[in-house]
């Protein structure tokens, strides 16, 4: 199984993975370590991808969760998957995967991103994210004003375990 963690940045994809991943005693991997340098460094610099800079990296974790799943291997993956069609390419095997979109407003998301120390996103860049996000209608959405306990206890019971 492969949960993706998805959302714009400052929603909670890396703690909530993280947290759901140890629960559940599976392994976890954060999307942002899969992009190119060339990504990294235009974000860092305040510049918003364009999906011709996501294209290499998308297909990169289209292969590792393609290889997770040949290899019956569970697997937290934090994604932003912001677009319907990021998430059609990451769908590997849809039977297999679970798509979990942190929904939560702008105000919100910008004051806990005001809070962050060294993250290469800036706040100023979330209203590129906001309206690049297509939210998701087969998601399992969870509201992020709840305590991060509280939402992966509702993952688990969405994922029987």
Not at 23 to 50: R, S
Not at 96 to 111: P, Q, R, T, W
Request: proline share 4%; glycine share 6%; with cysteine.
């Amino acid at each position: 199984m492969i949960v993706v963690v998805m959302g714009v940045s400052g929603s909670g994809k890396t703690t909530i993975g993280k947290l759901l991943a140890s629960e559940l005693d599976w392994d976890f991997a954060d999307a942002d370590d899969f992009h190119p340098q060339a990504n990294v460094q235009k974000m860092a610099a305040g510049i918003p991808l364009t999906d011709q800079d996501r294209a290499p990296w998308l297909q990169r974790l289209r292969q590792v969760i393609f290889e997770r799943l040949s290899a019956n291997q569970n697997l937290v993956l934090a994604c932003s998957a912001l677009k319907a069609s990021y998430r059609e390419l990451l769908a590997v095997d849809p039977e297999g995967m679970l798509f979990v979109y942190l929904k939560g407003s702008y105000e919100l998301i910008a004051s806990r991103m005001l809070e962050r120390k060294g993250h290469f996103m800036k706040e100023e860049m979330l209203k590129s994210q906001f309206d690049a996000l297509e939210e998701p209608g087969g998601a399992f959405v969870v509201e992020i004003s709840e305590e991060p306990s509280a939402i992966v206890k509702r993952i688990r019971q969405k994922l029987g375990a």
